[in-house]
């Protein structure tokens, strides 16, 4: 399962500085990502994490967070966790 939260891009930004601070600290926990879902810039996106740890991660950024179901048919960038989060967590990545 994974939780989602729709935030515009100036607060997802110092949200991922927050979460890579938090994955640091978890020596790189393969069990912990931060992905952002594909689409416009500028546009307000679904940020989406796995459910492990997620009061922890969600109480860095309060509010607004839930249930994500259908993760896995929609497509999620990789922003902080090891290379092959996406593959990992079954989630597909942007098509060219």
Not at 14 to 20: I, S, V, W, Y
Not at 43 to 65: C, F, K, M, T, Y
């Amino acid at each position: 399962m994974f939780r989602c939260k729709t935030m515009p891009l100036d607060e997802w930004g110092p949200f991922q500085d927050r979460f890579a601070e938090f994955f640091t600290a978890s020596a790189g926990d393969t069990r912990l990502a931060l992905f952002i879902e594909a689409g416009s810039a500028g546009e307000p996106r679904d940020l989406l994490i796995p459910n492990h740890q997620s009061n922890l991660v969600e109480a860095l950024a309060p509010g607004g967070w839930r249930d994500c179901e259908g993760a896995s048919e929609r497509e999620w960038t990789l922003l902080v966790g090891n290379a092959s989060a996406n593959e990992d967590f079954g989630l597909s990545r942007p098509s060219r």
